[in-house]
C-alpha cells in the first residue's frame, strides 16, 4: 500500500483522491494526515517529500487533495475554508475505518490553520503540526486583494494564484472572514507544534507568535532558518520531518507493529512492497531490501549487505573481546567488506564445464590504537576464528519445511 493512490467521498458525496504512504519498518509510529496549502494539491514538493521522509521515521501518511483541487472531484468555486475542514474530517474518517484512526494532523500554509480547526472534530488526533501556516485564515486573500472587490460585484471571479487561475466566491471571502482561529486556539487541548521559517514572505512569520500566543500548552516552536514558504528545498523538507518525528514521540505512542512473531530466533516478513522486508529478531527490528535499480525501494541493507554486515560485526566483537582479555591498547576496530563471485582459474574442470565460480569476502582491519606488530599480526590471526567467519568456511546444511500445508 505504499504510495497507493486511495479515494473516498466527503460528506456531500464528492469524490476525494489521496495517497498513502507506509512505512517500511518494523513498527508504525503513528497515522498522519496531511494538508497541502491554497490552491496546492498533494503532489507538491513540500507534501510530497515530507509524507516520504516522515514514512522514514515509522509513520503511516494520508495526503489528499481537497475538493476541486489535484485529482479529487468537485469545483473548486464552490469551496471555502469550512469545506476543507470538512473534507479533513472525511479523510479522518476513512482513515478510522480502513487502516488506523489518525493520531497526528500536519497542516501546510492555509492546510495549517484547517488542521487547528479540524482538531477537535477528529476524536483520535493526539497531536497538531502547523507550517508556516497564517493565524487568521482571511490572510490567504491577500494573495488576490486587488480582486476582492470583483469577487463582491460578480459573485464569483477568477483570479491568478501562483500563475494558475482560479474562480473565488464571495461566499469564501464571508466564510474566512468569519473563522475565530483565537476561539478556536483557546479551547484546543492538543499538543501543537509551530514551524516556521524567520524569512517567508508569503506568510509572515508573526503569525507563528500568534498561534504561539493564543495555544494552550503543551505547545512548541520550531524556526524553519533559511526556508522558503513552499519548502522548495529537498533538505528542508527532510528537516521538518524529523522534527516532527522527535516532538511527537511525547505524545503519540506506537500504533501498530508491523514485524512477524519471532517463533525461532528470527522472522522475517514480506508484503506486497517488492523487496522490502522485515526482520525481528525478538528484541530488534531490522529494514533489508534492494537499491532502486534492482527493483526495490532500498529502504534498507540488501540480503548480502547484512551477510557482510555479520561477518564484520562478528569480527569487530571477537577482537574487542580478545583485545580486552589481553589487555591490549586496542582503542577502536573499523572493518570494511565487499563481496564478489569471482572465476576460480586453479580449480580442475572439463572443457564442457561452466566456469567454477567462488563466492568472495574481501575484509580489511583496521585496527586503531598504539599496538606493536606482533600484537597486530595476533589480532589478524584472532580475525578469522570469529564465530560467524567459521560458520561461513563450515559445511552448512539449511532445512526448510512448509508451516501452512
Known amino acids: 500500500m505504499n504510495g497507493e493512490k486511495v479515494e473516498f467521498k466527503n460528506t456531500k458525496g464528492v469524490l476525494l483522491t489521496g495517497k498513502m504512504e507506509l512505512p517500511a519498518g518494523s513498527k508504525i509510529k503513528g497515522t498522519a494526515i496531511f494538508t497541502h496549502c491554497f490552491t496546492c494539491n498533494k503532489n507538491l514538493n513540500a507534501p510530497t517529500h515530507i509524507a516520504k521522509a516522515l514514512t522514514q521515521n515509522g509513520f503511516a501518511v494520508l495526503r489528499f487533495d481537497f475538493t476541486g483541487l489535484g485529482e479529487s472531484e468537485g469545483e473548486f468555486s464552490n469551496t471555502n475554508f469550512t469545506s476543507n475542514i470538512e473534507d479533513l474530517v472525511a479523510a479522518g474518517e476513512f482513515l478510522n475505518e480502513n487502516f488506523n484512526a489518525p493520531s497526528i494532523l500536519i497542516g501546510h500554509s492555509l492546510g495549517g490553520a484547517a488542521v487547528i480547526s479540524a482538531a477537535s472534530s477528529i476524536p483520535s488526533i493526539k497531536a497538531l503540526v502547523t507550517i508556516g501556516a497564517p493565524y487568521a485564515p482571511n490572510h490567504v486573500t491577500n494573495l488576490f486583494s486587488e480582486s476582492i472587490d470583483k469577487i463582491r460585484e460578480n459573485g464569483k471571479y477568477e483570479v491568478n494564484i501562483g500563475g494558475r487561475p482560479f474562480k473565488i466566491s464571495s461566499s469564501f471571502l464571508d466564510d474566512v472572514k468569519e473563522q475565530n482561529q483565537l476561539k478556536v486556539l483557546n479551547q484546543l487541548n492538543i499538543p501543537i507544534l509551530i514551524l516556521h521559517s524567520p524569512t517567508d514572505e508569503v506568510v509572515d512569520v508573526g503569525n507563528a507568535a500568534s498561534i504561539y500566543k493564543a495555544a494552550k500548552h503543551p505547545k512548541s516552536f520550531v524556526a524553519l532558518e533559511g526556508a522558503d514558504h513552499l519548502l522548495s528545498k529537498k533538505e528542508d523538507s527532510h528537516y521538518v520531518a524529523d522534527i516532527i518525528s522527535s516532538w511527537s514521540k511525547k505524545y503519540i505512542p506506537i ?10 530466533e528470527v522472522a522475517v516478513k514480506i508484503e506486497r512492497e517488492k523487496f522490502t522486508s522485515y526482520i525481528n529478531t525478538g528484541d ?9 535499480d534492482a527493483g526495490g525501494q532500498n529502504m534498507g541493507p540488501t540480503p548480502y549487505d547484512l551477510l557482510m554486515a555479520s561477518l564484520g560485526t562478528c569480527t569487530a566483537m571477537t577482537l574487542r573481546m580478545y583485545a580486552d582479555f589481553k589487555k591490549l591498547p586496542l582503542e577502536a576496530v573499523e572493518v570494511h ?28 582491519i583496521e585496527l586503531i590504537g598504539e599496538l606493536t606488530n606482533v600484537q597486530k599480526e595476533k589480532l589478524l590471526q584472532i580475525a578469522n576464528r570469529c564465530p560467524v567467519h567459521k560458520t561461513l568456511l563450515s559445511t552448512i546444511e539449511i532445512k526448510t519445511k512448509l508451516l501452512n500445508k
Open 255 to 264: 500504533q501498530n507493529p508491523n514485524f512477524p512473531k519471532v517463533n525461532k
Open 284 to 292: 530488534h527490528s531490522i529494514i533489508a531490501d534492494e537499491p532502486v
Open 337 to 364: 567488506l565487499s563481496y564478489a563471485k569471482e572465476h576460480a582459474e586453479d580449480c580442475e574442470k572439463s572443457a564442457h564445464e561452466k566456469p567454477l565460480k567462488i563466492d568472495t569476502f574481501y575484509r580489511e
